[in-house]
């Protein structure tokens, strides 16, 4: 069975950071582009970013570029969203995504305040 | 950056009626390699989004075949016959043919 288990989420403060891991299982991890999306409440989806399948290569979102940066652990079959500057707009549930958007994880809560 | 737009908003519908879903996108999704980069998902109450359609006509994995898609360039529509009770939730439309990916703002369907 196909498994994304995000985690990392909290509460952070403006400016702060925080790193987000993803654990993969189920699939072969190491042959797949990885994206993040996220869901602010009430709202509809928006693209963060991607990675390529041996972590050489990721392309982002203008709105976030900069400020996030997306890795993997092909060994340990994890992705992860490291977020540094954090603002209020970045409150949203995080997903991690494969398989050409065919599998997505429960996703993780951040919530940006002071 | 392109724009998916849908219509509607939201829609209410007779279980075992069919319901049908628009999108449009500011820019032709046909790749030059013939593939139109539409995709469809559900987000069902307190889940996250699912897989629904790829490449404009594909079914998902495990999706009942009620659902279909189908469209242009930039006119794309999802089709869900005989509408059942788990049919309930968000719909929305994404374009995968350039970065950066872009999502409709969503169909709400409700159950008569």
């Known amino acids: 069975e196909v498994q994304l288990v995000e985690s990392g989420g909290s509460l952070v403060q403006p400016g702060g950071s925080l790193k987000l891991s993803c654990v993969a299982s189920?699939?072969?991890?190491?042959?797949?582009?990885m994206d993040w999306v996220r869901q602010t409440p009430g709202k509809s989806l928006e693209w963060i970013g991607e990675i390529n399948t041996d972590g050489s290569k990721t392309n982002y979102a203008p709105s976030i570029k900069d400020r996030f940066t997306i890795s993997r652990d092909n060994a340990k079959s994890t992705l992860y969203l490291q977020m540094s500057n954090v603002k209020s707009d970045d409150t949203a549930i995080y997903y991690c995504?494969?398989?050409?958007?065919?599998?997505w994880g429960q996703g993780t809560l951040v919530t940006v305040s002071s | 950056d392109i724009v998916m737009t849908q219509a509607p908003l939201s829609v209410s519908v007779t279980p075992g009626e069919s319901a049908s879903i628009s999108c449009r996108s500011s820019k032709s999704l046909l790749h030059s390699n013939g593939i139109t980069y539409v995709y469809w998902y559900l987000q069902k109450p307190g889940k996250s989004p699912q897989l629904l359609i790829y490449?404009?006509?594909n079914l998902a994995s495990g999706v009942p075949d009620r659902f279909s898609g189908s469209g242009s360039e930039t006119d794309f529509t999802l089709k869900i016959s005989r509408v059942e009770a788990e049919d309930v939730g968000i719909y929305y439309c994404?374009?995968?043919?350039?970065?950066?990916?872009?999502f409709g703002s969503g169909t709400k369907l409700e159950i008569k």
């Open positions: 189920g699939f072969t991890f190491s042959n797949y582009w």
């Open positions: 995504i494969a398989n050409g958007f065919a599998y």
């Open positions: 490449r404009m006509s």
């Open positions: 994404g374009q995968l043919l350039e970065n950066p990916l872009t």
